[in-house]
Every structure is written in C-alpha cells, then in structure tokens.
C-alpha cells in the first residue's frame, strides 16, 4: 500500500484558497487518491477521488500531475467552517480496498 | 436516507470490564469497516467485513477484541477485558461494496479509568 506524506499542519484566512499538497511516490498503476475530511467529533467524510489530470466537484478541486507521485487538494475560498483535519489516502481500487489513513493535515482557518 | 449509526455515542467504564459497540450501516452496503482512532491520529482499521465475512482483521487484537455482523447487516465490536489503553473513538464505516466511497458514522468514545 503507497504511503502519503502530507503537511501536519496549515493556517488560512476566510476567503483565502487553500492548496494542501500530499506525496505518494510508490503509488501504484491502479492506485486512486482520495481526501476525506473529519470535523472534530464526527467521522471522516468523503470529499474527493481522482486517477490523474483534475477533478472538481462542488466542494473542492483535486490536481494530480503526470507521474500520480503527489497530489494538490485546492479548497476555493475557505470559511471558518473548513477548519477540520484532511486526510489523503492512496488505494480505494478493487485490489487495494483498505482505507489507510495517516495523521492527515490540520487546517485551521481563521476570521 | 440515514446514514451509519452508531450507539453509544460516549462510554465510561473502569479497566477489566467488559464494552460493547454498536454499528448500523447504510442500508445495502455490503462492505463493513471499524477503525480505532486515537487523539491527534488518523483512523486505524481494526476489521472489514464483505456482507458477514471478515475478509481483514490483520490488526484487530484477538486476546481481547472480537466483532460480529450477524446477517451481514449489523456490526458489534467488543473489548474484554477494557485496559486503559483502549480509551479512543471507535469508528465504524460503510460503503456499497470494496472500493466504493465509505460513510463513517460519528463513532463511539470510550474512556477507560
């Protein structure tokens, strides 16, 4: 399973965009990447899946270069109710079905 | 639609007794997941069910945690004995089958004193 480094932590301002950037070198060839999100007290949830190029939905963009080695989260114009703990995870593929958290990016966004 | 339950949401106990968890996934999702979560850490898989089968309980420590999903719906997790150690948000999630998106539920936080 292809470990992912991503930073500890990050602090915004409202309406600011917000890029969280995680590595995942030894990704492999049916590897997704996937963000989750946990608010203090709640589970994860789901934000985004994407194998390469872009994806967008209403929440956030996901960018994924060429090589999949890492991967960019881009949050448009953060409030106060993005602070939460993002999470990166590699796998999520019908041979790779764990979901393998690691301690995920704290974002903090303030008034 | 109502998403994973899971009951208590809070649990107190003293060391050396017994707890149990809850877990009431969405409706039709065969995959079943519980991961512990400790302070200021990810989750951690405990155990996955495909439907009534544990397909990985690699990581779940069998001397004193055991898991059920009777009929493949509904899902409990034990611990007996408790050890201080234990103390964590239990956290169990659903998804259609293996590799779809998962549902968390808010997940049970058991203090051991």
């Known amino acids: 399973l292809a470990k992912t480094t991503q930073p500890i932590s990050m602090d915004s301002y409202e309406g600011q965009e917000v890029n969280i950037t995680c590595s995942h070198n030894n990704i492999a060839t049916n590897d997704y990447i996937t963000w989750y999100q946990q608010f203090p007290s709640q589970g994860p949830r789901f934000i985004i899946q994407?194998?390469?190029t872009k994806v967008t939905n209403e929440v956030a963009s996901l960018f994924i270069p060429a090589d999949r080695k890492s991967s960019t989260l881009s949050l448009p114009r953060v409030s106060l109710s993005d602070t939460a703990v993002y999470y990166c995870?590699?796998?999520?593929?019908?041979?790779?079905?764990?979901?393998?958290f690691g301690t995920g990016t704290r974002l903090q966004v303030f008034p | 639609e109502a998403g994973v339950v899971q009951s208590p949401r809070y649990k107190i106990i003293e060391k050396k007794q017994p707890v149990a968890f809850w877990c009431n996934p969405i409706?039709?999702?065969?995959?079943l997941y519980w991961y512990l979560q400790n302070l200021g850490q990810g989750p951690e898989l405990l155990i996955r069910?495909?439907?009534?089968?544990?397909?990985?309980d690699s990581q779940l420590p069998k001397d004193r945690f055991s898991a059920e999903r009777l009929k493949g719906v509904d899902s409990t997790l034990k611990i007996q004995p408790a050890e201080l150690g234990d103390s964590a948000v239990y956290l169990c999630?659903?998804?259609?089958?293996?590799?779809?998106?998962?549902?968390f539920g808010q997940g049970t936080r058991l203090t051991v004193v």
């Open positions: 999630a659903s998804s259609l089958r293996r590799g779809s998106e998962a549902f």
């Open positions: 409706s039709g999702h065969n995959t």
């Open positions: 994407g194998y390469k």
């Open positions: 995870l590699v796998g999520l593929t019908y041979n790779t079905d764990k979901l393998i």
């Open positions: 069910y495909e439907n009534e089968e544990a397909v990985d």
